[in-house]
């Protein structure tokens, strides 16, 4: 699927206004690795895509499952659907309650699965408010899209400075994060070591633990996580801040 902004990318070299903030965005959509989408929601439209969008640029319109002014929705499997609406309503109740500084400077972290060439794959999509209504809801916001870490799309998570919200699908609402998920100390420390190239001896020798004690940290942590590397239990800790 071809990019269609709604923005031209100038060719000055000094950019100001939309255009800067679009010239950050595609730099760090490149840096990252990452699609990005800047939605406008007085107008129900993407305003702005980076350069690549993971999957979409595959996509035909065989895929597409319904029309959606977010891309990513249009290819969201029949089941994920009302999950995903059932999520979008329990944020909206949620940030009604926040303070004017958390409504602005507050993350929501949401994996879904989508169809492709009849083939499934989840996705971790991030949003961020750009800028407010005055009742508090978005009206400008940024998406990043990317593959997700673990098999499950059952996750879903706001969080910002000093406070942190899991979706539970039971009540159909955000509630407190649970302690279960906040990591231990060595546990932080086995995942800062092991995200800078470390073995598992390596972390041992450098925590004055032996190797089987850090192997059992290890199992403990992606049970908590429910993931099966360490590499996926780096990227779930940073999507969802833990």
């Known amino acids: 699927m071809k990019k269609n902004s709604s923005h031209t990318i100038g060719t000055s070299d000094s950019p100001s206004g939309a255009d800067y903030i679009f010239r950050i965005i595609d730099a760090t959509s490149r840096l990252t690795n990452t699609s990005m989408l800047v939605y406008d929601f007085d107008k129900r439209s993407v305003v702005h895509k980076s350069e690549k969008l993971l999957y979409m640029d595959e996509?035909?319109?065989s895929d597409i499952q319904r029309e959606c002014s977010n891309p990513y929705w249009s290819l969201v499997t029949p089941a994920d659907l009302n999950a995903?609406?059932?999520?979008e309503k329990a944020y909206f109740d949620i940030i009604g309650t926040f303070s004017p500084e958390q409504q602005l400077k507050h993350t929501l972290v949401i994996n879904f699965?989508?169809?492709l060439k009849q083939t499934e794959h989840i996705v971790t999509q991030k949003f961020t408010p750009l800028t407010l209504r005055s009742n508090g809801t978005a009206s400008l916001?940024?998406?990043?899209i990317t593959q997700a870490t673990n098999e499950t799309s059952e996750r879903a998570a706001i969080f910002g400075s000093g406070f942190r919200?899991?979706?539970d699908s039971q009540s159909r609402s955000f509630v407190l994060f649970s302690t279960k998920l906040q990591l231990t100390l060595i546990e932080k420390a086995i995942l800062t070591l092991s995200s800078k190239g470390f073995s598992t001896e390596q972390i041992a020798k450098?925590?004055?633990?032996?190797?089987n004690t850090i192997k059992?940290?290890?199992k403990r942590l992606f049970d908590k996580?429910?993931?099966?590397?360490?590499?996926?239990?780096?990227?779930?800790?940073n999507n969802y801040s833990l």
């Not at 995903?84 to 999520?87: C, H, Y």
């Not at 996580?225 to 800790?237: D, G």
Request: without cysteine; charged residues 15%; glycine residues 2%.
């Open 59 to 61: 996509a035909t319109i």
């Open 225 to 237: 996580l429910k993931v099966s590397t360490i590499a996926e239990a780096i990227m779930l800790v």
């Open 84 to 87: 995903l609406l059932d999520v």
């Open 206 to 211: 450098e925590l004055y633990r032996s190797p």
């Open 216 to 218: 059992t940290h290890k």
């Open 113 to 115: 699965n989508i169809l």
């Open 141 to 144: 916001g940024l998406f990043s």
């Open 165 to 167: 919200y899991a979706y």
